[in-house]
Nanobody, 123 residues
Framework: QVHLVESGGGLVQAGGSLRLSCAAS????????MGWFRQAPGKEREFVAG????????YYSDSVKGRFTIARDNAKNTVWLQMINLKPEDTAVYYC????????????????WGQGTQVTVSS
């Protein structure tokens, strides 16, 4: 089982940028597809971005496509989410997650979750 810890959240003005990091423990990181999800108050957790085991394929929700970039470095056991041109509607707790099935969009397919990091975008 992989253990995930997110960092990099914070308060930023609309139009600003943040980079979230997710550090994974264990020696099997490269066997997991990775995803970022977010959950705003009163809303369901939603898929944001995903990357395949070796990082060759990436997937994004329509709401963040063109503004967010997911990347991973298996040698560093880390996955990042670079966010630019942030909007107030991006405000949420962001979670990274790992799954062994190389699926991305459904949160039920994920085996491990981090504790989350808060991103707040002011208008």
């Amino acid at each position: 089982q992989v253990h995930l810890v997110e960092s990099g959240g914070g308060l930023v003005q609309a139009g600003g940028s943040l980079r979230l990091s997710c550090a994974a423990s264990g020696r099997t990181f490269s066997s997991y597809a990775m995803g970022w999800f977010r959950q705003a108050p009163g809303k369901e957790r939603e898929f944001v971005a995903g990357t395949s085991r070796l990082g060759g394929a990436t997937y994004y929700s329509d709401s963040v496509k063109g503004r967010f970039t997911i990347a991973r470095d298996n040698a560093k056991n880390t996955v990042w989410l670079q966010m630019i041109n942030l909007k107030p509607e991006d405000t949420a707790v962001y979670y990274c997650a790992a799954n062994r099935y190389n699926s991305f969009y459904n949160s039920r397919d994920y085996d491990a979750w981090g504790q989350g990091t808060q991103v707040t975008v002011s208008s």
